[in-house]
């Protein structure tokens, strides 16, 4: 920033353009252009100052709306936890080094989620003719983009358009950091402490990112993503400022950062998704399970989703009906009836997101998130993962027949997700170790170390095991040792629920009547 102050402003002073994030970081008025240079390259040198001065402005935008959504969520988490989990007063250290490392990564790339869901430009701004002609002279190589390129070093890999660029950078640098702060971290034994520190340490680390990639890029090296000042430049995506984008990226970083929240909640109280075909002519009136946990995403015709979750704490007790029921997930009630006081999100929104994460295998993988990105976001695109992509990543269990669907709070009609992959659960129905999905499921979801899972799925439904196939479960510190019982896949399941009871009325003619269970009962 000094070389082109001196090289195009000399007359003015540095102080007035310290773009440091704090500082002012305006040129002022073309008149403040040396006068020895040529009408073009004091144009092009007046642009280039206006650009810096509008990436400097993103960087300050970023800063406020990370702290102020930081701040409604470390205000907002005691209700969060008490609304969205049964494991506020539940100890957290058995799970919390297994844990710790995909919820804060989560909630480092919800701020890159987020700037590309609301940086409108991505897919739908176009620089004027006259800034676009400009733009192709720049890349051609006028003098003020020389001068500035002579006192840089080698080239990365170029800049992505306007901020989605910059937040790149920022979660490159944050993605290597946080694999070490994690491990270091003192962790409270309590999941409220849990949250409040996560918030606080990860809020302090992005802003020390964002004002050290600014810092880099003025003093002419490259930031976290290889990318120099002048890169950015040539895009020609700063030259306009980006108006409204400080409102819009904290609302949609509050948004993230509460999505982000409620799927870790789940994740301790074993949440999880079926993935089942149609069986009925409307996926809306499907009747084998509750309505509110059955989810239908037009875009995936033939498929009904089901949002459920067996909480570890209601386990120990002996005999098939004390095993813990199945439920919905702690305020899944409230995405429904209420989701205007929720950001918004909706059921739908939740499983869109999960099944992008799972076809991306970003479930407990979400540090590899930039890599997924594409390049130009669609806001809302459905097979992009929806406006909540990255955020929630419940494990997806296949079940393409839905003996896994369940009845809620009852012990009638209730089924665990005992076989995940593309194949029935009857003796013959297609299982084959290939297509067995069943592992990966139980390592996500926590039911490896679940002897309620084995002791339901076993005794109750009568699943009979692959004993040609071995399981190596990865020992967690703190969870119940399953691997003498959890050894190998079931093959095929004899008595699984049925989801429909046949009766008698009037002694006349036989109806069916469903068997949901208690959906009263949810939160």
């Not at 400097?56 to 406020?64: A, E, G, L, N, S």
């Not at 399981?471 to 095929?492: R, T």
Request: charged fraction near 20%.
């Amino acid at each position: 920033m000094h070389y082109m102050i001196g090289e195009f402003a000399p007359d003015v002073p540095a102080s007035a353009l310290e773009c440091d994030g704090v500082g002012s970081c305006s040129i002022g008025s073309c008149q403040n252009i040396a006068t020895d240079l040529s009408d073009f390259d004091r144009q092009m040198a007046y642009y280039a100052f206006e650009q810096v001065a509008n990436i400097d402005h993103t960087y300050k935008v970023m800063y406020y709306a990370t702290v102020e959504a930081t701040s409604y969520m470390s205000n907002a988490h005691g209700a969060l936890v008490e609304s969205f989990s049964h494991a506020g007063n539940i100890a957290w250290a058995n799970f919390k080094r297994h844990r710790t490392e995909s919820i804060a990564t989560s909630l480092i790339t919800s701020l890159l989620l987020a700037v590309t869901g609301t940086a409108g430009f991505l897919s739908t701004f176009s620089l004027p003719m006259v800034l676009a002609e400009m733009q192709a002279i720049m890349m051609m190589g006028s003098r003020i983009m020389s001068a500035i390129n002579s006192v840089q070093f080698k080239r990365g890999l170029g800049a992505a358009s306007g901020s989605i660029g910059l937040v790149n950078n920022i979660y490159l640098g944050l993605n290597f950091a946080i694999h070490g702060w994690y491990n270091e971290v003192d962790v409270p034994g309590k999941v409220n402490g849990f949250f409040e520190k996560l918030f606080s340490g990860i809020t302090h680390m992005k802003v020390q990112q964002v004002w050290k990639e600014l810092h880099r890029l003025m003093e002419g090296d490259l930031n976290s993503n290889g990318t120099s000042l002048p890169d950015l430049l040539k895009t020609g995506a700063y030259i306009e400022q980006e108006t409204g984008l400080r409102a819009r990226l904290t609302d949609a970083l509050e948004k993230a950062y509460f999505a982000v929240a409620v799927d870790a909640l789940w994740s301790l109280d074993r949440t999880y998704i079926l993935d089942t075909d149609l069986d009925h002519f409307d996926c809306t009136a499907d009747p084998r399970g509750p309505p509110r946990n059955r989810v239908c995403l037009p875009e995936r015709p033939g498929h009904v989703y089901w949002i459920y979750n067996i909480h570890g704490g209601e386990e120990g007790d002996r005999g098939h009906l004390k095993n813990a029921k199945v439920r919905s997930p702690v305020g899944l009630r409230k995405f429904v009836e209420r989701s205007q006081d929720y950001h918004n999100i909706t059921k739908e929104d939740i499983v869109r997101a999960s099944l992008w994460a799972q076809e991306e295998h970003l479930v407990n993988d979400q540090g590899m998130l930039i890599n997924k990105l594409p390049t130009k976001w669609v806001v809302n695109d459905t097979h992009a993962g929806g406006s909540l992509a990255g955020t929630f990543t419940i494990p997806i269990c296949r079940n393409p027949k839905g003996e896994a669907i369940s009845s809620v709070w009852s012990h009638k009609g209730r089924n665990y997700p005992c076989m995940c992959g593309e194949f029935s659960w009857v003796r013959n129905g297609g299982y084959s170790p290939e297509k067995d999905e069943t592992k990966a499921f139980l390592e996500k979801t926590g039911f490896f170390a679940s002897e309620d899972w084995h002791v339901f799925c076993s005794l109750h439904t009568k699943c009979k095991k692959d004993e040609s196939v071995q399981y190596q479960f990865s020992p967690i510190e703190g969870a119940p040792n399953m691997v003498d019982m959890i050894q190998h896949p079931y093959q095929y399941c004899k008595h699984p629920n049925a989801h429909v009871k046949v009766g008698v009325f009037d002694a006349m003619r036989k109806i069916l009547y469903w068997r949901h269970g208690h959906p009263d009962r949810d939160k």
